[in-house]
């Protein structure tokens, strides 16, 4: 009886008129389809807003190149087949909040005049939205993608949100267009291609990106070797922000009060391969890490799905934009850790081991990576980021490698008796340190001693600079 004081149509069955019967018979869809016709059409002539709330569209629904004049509502509608909308235009409001598509829902290249709202809609197969152009606002607040859903090339001339959706499956955002775009509490279990333009500010709060929880991940996992499981990720590849736009990763900080947690929310799964960070504020975020460090994910994934194709100096170009986005932000600890992996892949560069590749081969790249003037700065400093490192080589050669080195081969020799070795690794250890820091030489061992603490005391000062200059941002 509340379908007839809702819609005031005749009862087909069970109190519900034919529109809003559930599980329709043959004949009953075959009678909606019959007389759905005259009822659009007599809405459309004699109602401010085109009604069809509620309406159950059994099978298929066509509306290809289709005009609607006038605001549209479809709310809590159920289409229990495919539905198309290719060029459709609808000059005024378009509802689609809470309803249904249980087949695919096709939009391509459709054009919203006015607003266009599907907050809580549940698209069970592929939603397609390509080309599609929204004029004003587009909201998809809590909607749930089940199925591949596909924003490519869209044109979003308003504000669009997409605050608590959920995309289970591949998401595709690539050449889209955004005045302004929220991701609020977004899910993206799936990979999600962002190669969009923003002209407008792009905010990503508490999004989780490939994942359940906001807990970050050791990229070390991802990397071990298994060709059949493909790791779903983000990509921001091809991604341009306009002067006016910025991208924001935030994470508020009542949230955290709320899980009671101090937790910023993780990006270790979004690659930054081919895009431009200059107008990306990573305020709010958790790195992945990778050997003890925060990294990217394409450094973690080279060489295997999805980033099968991607070249060491590929990933180094990654980390000196990361690196020079975050020196500009003043987070010099971590943009130290993309230097790292900067010169990391510099180095995996002189080498690289491709599939294919003979064991023989293979060893002699390891060879060519690993003896090396740059291996040898990773060895000693950790390419200029460590200072404790360079510190355990000064001290190791202060009291052990030279003193030791002398005072043992004395002992070897016989001109020391075993009970005066201490007194001898005394002075091998004065010695030693006015050697160490040029003050003076005597023999051969010394001029390589102090060839050597040149090598050390310079990798301090880089080290020291590194660590407490304001660095530069390169152009």
Not at 209 to 221: A, K, V, W
């Amino acid at each position: 009886m509340r379908m007839m004081k809702l819609c005031g149509r005749r009862v087909a069955r069970g109190s519900r008129c034919i529109f809003h019967l559930e599980k329709k018979t043959d004949k009953e869809a075959h009678q909606f389809y019959r007389v759905f016709r005259r009822e659009f059409e007599r809405l459309e002539k004699s109602e401010a807003v085109i009604d069809l709330t509620g309406f159950v569209f059994p099978g298929h629904l066509e509306m290809r190149d289709r005009v609607f004049p006038k605001p549209i509502a479809f709310n809590r509608a159920t289409f229990s087949g495919n539905v198309l909308f290719h060029r459709a235009r609808f000059s005024g409001q378009a509802w689609f909040d809470n309803a249904t598509f249980s087949g695919q829902a096709v939009f391509r290249g459709a054009t919203f005049g006015g607003d266009a709202w599907f907050r809580d809609a549940k698209f069970s197969d592929h939603a397609g939205f390509h080309g599609a152009k929204f004029s004003d606002h587009a909201g998809f607040h809590g909607a749930k993608f089940s199925g591949w859903a596909g924003f490519d090339r869209a044109t979003f001339s308003g504000d669009a949100a997409f605050d608590g959706a959920t995309f289970s499956d591949d998401a595709l955002f690539d050449r889209a267009m955004f005045r302004t775009v929220v991701f609020r509490g977004t899910i993206f279990r799936g990979n999600l291609h962002l190669g969009a333009r923003f002209d407008g500010p792009a905010l990503f709060e508490r999004v989780l990106f490939q994942r359940d929880t906001i807990e970050p991940s050791d990229l070390s996992g991802l990397s071990k070797p298994n060709p059949v499981q493909k790791v779903p990720v983000t990509s921001f590849s091809g991604a341009t922000v306009e002067s006016n736009g910025e991208v924001r990763f935030i994470q508020p900080r009542e949230y955290n009060a709320r899980l009671k947690v101090e937790r910023n929310f993780a990006i270790d799964r979004v690659s930054f391969l081919n895009a431009d960070l200059s107008r990306f504020n990573f305020q709010d975020v958790e790195w992945g890490r990778y050997h003890n460090r925060r990294a990217v994910v394409e450094e973690a994934l080279m060489g295997r799905p999805p980033f099968q194709d991607v070249t060491p100096q590929q990933v180094r170009q990654v980390c000196a934009r990361v690196r020079d986005n975050l020196e500009r932000a003043l987070r010099y600890p971590e943009a130290g850790d993309f230097f790292i992996g900067e010169m990391e892949m510099k180095r995996v560069a002189l080498a690289y081991d491709r599939p294919g590749d003979s064991r023989s081969r293979r060893t002699l790249n390891w060879l060519r990576r690993n003896v090396s003037t740059i291996a040898l700065y990773k060895l000693f400093s950790m390419y200029g980021e460590s200072w404790r490192r360079i510190a355990v080589w000064i001290l190791a050669s202060l009291f052990v490698l030279f003193p030791g080195y002398r005072t043992l081969a004395s002992l070897i020799g016989g001109s020391l008796c075993p009970n005066q070795f201490w007194n001898a690794y005394y002075m091998n250890f004065t010695r030693n340190v006015f050697v160490f820091f040029q003050l003076r030489s005597e023999d051969l061992i010394d001029v390589i001693e102090r060839m050597w603490s040149g090598l050390l005391l310079g990798l301090t000062l880089v080290a020291l600079r590194r660590q407490l200059e304001r660095h530069r941002p390169t152009s």
